[in-house]
């Protein structure tokens, strides 16, 4: 039992504390909650953790579709560490407590005439959630979002602040860009932006073969491409986005069909395909001819553009394979998803990552190919997913894949150790960072030290 002495502390501590990530696929009950509000409260938390001995874990805004956040230790809820402190309009970088949300960063950042370079799917993450998992979006030639960061501060359990850069403490910096939590608390970050730009973008729909007999051509021909194939059925969709000074052009949303039908009426439909699953095809063919199969071109703000409505909960699992792979890996999930007997939804989602030298990054030292796939959870109720995701990851190792760390994957420790030159070092800096291991939570222990039994390769299968 810990007795919080500390009146600071026993202001920003909360009780009761139930943590679910977004798509409630993953929870805990951490035995303490806190909230702090600056940089002293943490150092206050950390105190108190090495007083009892007890596991820490940062949250951003919980929405890793795995456990890396979770812990039964004490978890800090970083929400309120979230100012923007400083931005350099001359220098394009701006300056921001970890616990910022990147929406509200896009906005102030938009105020000064500056944006980020790429962002994923959505800007709801805190940065330092993005960073710690390297959240990344699409453009073959654009890194994931911690190679956006040029410094970063950093607590740790037992070197106390430690400010990195590519200047500064340069293993520490490589190494926390990727860290899962896994070396401390980040508590500020320093971002190269650029100017503030608008992205015209063209989508339109294209078949699957044709694509793959196209494939290195498109995905050159933009800044950023992405491809979504809908399973079951020849399409796809591509949508491509370029920088550009033209005018806005916006297509005006119709709650209708946005709302009513593409969000409602399609969750309605999804979970009666849960009785009747062969139905799944049909449904996706019908959503495609909607939706997705007219082209549509927009012109708007960049965070405007990268971002879209990603509906509702669903189980995702995404791997990076070196560029060069892509097509084998997509022929292996076509002919796997067309000969199976398993109903799966749409997309799969296929994204191109530039390489970095971030430590664990899934792109460190290769181009790649993110593929996503995902099922969807109508109305929060389960599907059965762990078939299709055990192919999926014996597809993603037979093309040298590396999973992305925010999602759940069955990659181990070893095969880990095997896949990153880096992973020995990251394993030597986490044990001489935080000796005692109180920045590790069950995840961290079962992918980078192998330390659960309940784990291992076989894991989706064994649920079956
Ligand atoms: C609808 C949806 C769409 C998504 N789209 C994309 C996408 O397009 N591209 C993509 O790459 N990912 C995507 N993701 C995944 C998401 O970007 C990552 O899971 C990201 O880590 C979430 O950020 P968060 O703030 O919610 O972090 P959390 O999930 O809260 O935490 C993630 C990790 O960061 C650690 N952490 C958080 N703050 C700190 C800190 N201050 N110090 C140390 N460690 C910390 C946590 O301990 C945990 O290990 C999506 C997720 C959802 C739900």
């Known amino acids: 039992m810990i007795e919080i002495e500390n009146i600071r502390l026993r202001k920003i501590v909360k009780n009761n504390i139930k943590f679910s990530n977004w798509a409630h696929t993953f929870e805990c009950i951490p035995e303490l909650y806190f909230e702090p509000e600056n940089d002293d409260d943490i150092i206050k938390i950390i105190e108190l953790a090495k007083l009892y001995n007890k596991n820490v874990r940062a949250v951003g805004a919980g929405h890793s579709p795995s456990d890396v956040a979770c812990t039964e230790g004490i978890m800090i809820n970083m929400e309120k560490l979230n100012k923007i402190i400083e931005v350099d309009i001359e220098k394009k970088t701006v300056v921001v407590e970890a616990g910022a949300r990147i929406d509200k960063l896009n906005e102030c950042l938009w105020k000064h005439g500056l944006a980020l370079s790429n962002l994923g799917s959505i800007s709801d993450q805190s940065i330092s959630g993005a960073i710690s998992t390297t959240t990344h ?40 860009l990727c860290s899962m939590g896994a070396l401390g608390i980040i508590l500020k970050v320093k971002i190269q932006c650029e100017s503030a730009f608008k992205l015209k973008s063209n989508q339109y729909s294209m078949k699957l073969n044709d694509i793959l007999k196209n494939l290195d051509s498109i995905i050159n021909s933009a800044e950023h491409v992405r491809i979504w194939w809908f399973p079951h059925t020849e399409n796809c969709i591509i949508w491509k986005a370029d920088r550009t000074t033209e005018n806005l052009k916006i297509q005006q949303s119709s709650y209708f069909k946005d709302h009513i039908i593409s969000f409602h009426l399609y969750q309605f439909l999804l979970n009666i395909t849960r009785c009747f699953p062969s139905t ?131 990659m181990t420790a070893a095969e880990l150790e095997k896949s990153y030159p880096k992973f020995k070092e990251f394993i030597e800096l986490q044990k001489s960072l935080d000796p005692n291991g109180m920045f590790l939570n069950l995840y961290l222990k079962r992918h980078l030290f192998g330390m659960d039994e309940n784990f291992n390769k076989d894991y989706f299968k064994a649920k079956l």
């Open 280 to 410: 799944v095809p049909l449904l996706t063919t019908l959503m495609f001819k909607y939706k997705f199969s007219q082209p549509k071109q927009v012109i708007n703000d960049s965070y405007k553009q990268f971002n879209f409505d990603c509906l509702f909960p669903q189980y995702t699992n995404e791997w990076a394979i070196p560029l060069e792979k892509t097509k084998e890996a997509l022929e292996k999930l076509y002919e796997w998803v067309n000969g199976n007997g398993v109903f799966v939804h749409f997309p799969v989602e296929v994204r191109f990552v530039d390489k970095d030298d971030i430590w664990l990054s899934p792109a460190y030292k290769r181009k790649v190919c993110y593929i996503g796939i995902i099922m969807y959870r109508p109305y929060n109720k389960p599907v059965p997913y762990k078939k299709y995701w055990a192919a999926f990851e014996e597809i993603m190792r037979s093309c040298d894949g590396r999973p992305y760390w925010a999602k759940e994957h069955t």
């Open 137 to 176: 979006g699409t453009g073959i030639n654009f890194g994931n979002q911690s190679t956006q960061v040029v410094e970063l501060t950093l607590l740790t359990a037992s070197r106390g602040i430690i400010n990195c850069s590519a200047n500064e403490n340069e293993d520490v910096f490589k190494a926390s």
